[in-house]
């Protein structure tokens, strides 16, 4: 059974930093893409990072000049390092895995989810 467990969310004030992580289990996850999604209440949830098997990352505009996506395939854990956070970053922020080798942007295309992180950023 797949699993994938988010870590490092919390309340941090704006221009701090913040590293989430995501540990998968239950499966091999070194050819599939991985991603980071967040979802405000009341809102559609949408596409933060995602990056391939190969290394090659894409981002959403809004965290583009601030993010980092990477993965340790040997550890099953993919890491999304955000900087300058900023209040409107706030949200829960899931990890999600796809059996494909390059991510996608849709959420409906990814087939394991986490379960959440919760980020806060007060102003």
């Known amino acids: 059974q797949v699993q994938l467990v988010e870590s490092g969310g919390g309340l941090v004030q704006a221009g701090d930093s913040l590293r989430l992580s995501c540990v998968a289990s239950?499966?091999?996850?070194?050819?599939?893409?991985m991603a980071w999604f967040r979802q405000v209440p009341g809102k559609e949830r949408e596409f933060v990072a995602g990056?391939?098997?190969?290394?090659?990352?894409m981002y959403a505009d809004s965290v583009k000049e601030r993010s980092t996506i990477s993965r340790n395939n040997a550890k099953n854990t993919v890491y999304l390092q955000m900087n300058n956070l900023k209040p409107e970053d706030t949200a829960v922020y899931y990890c999600?895995?796809?059996?494909?080798?390059?991510?996608?942007?849709?959420?409906?295309?990814?087939?394991?989810w986490g379960q959440g992180t919760q980020v806060t950023v007060s102003s």
């Open positions: 999600a895995v796809q059996r494909r080798w390059n991510p996608r942007e849709r959420g409906y295309e990814y087939d394991y």
């Open positions: 239950g499966g091999t996850f070194s050819t599939y893409a």
């Open positions: 990056i391939a098997w190969s290394g090659d990352q």
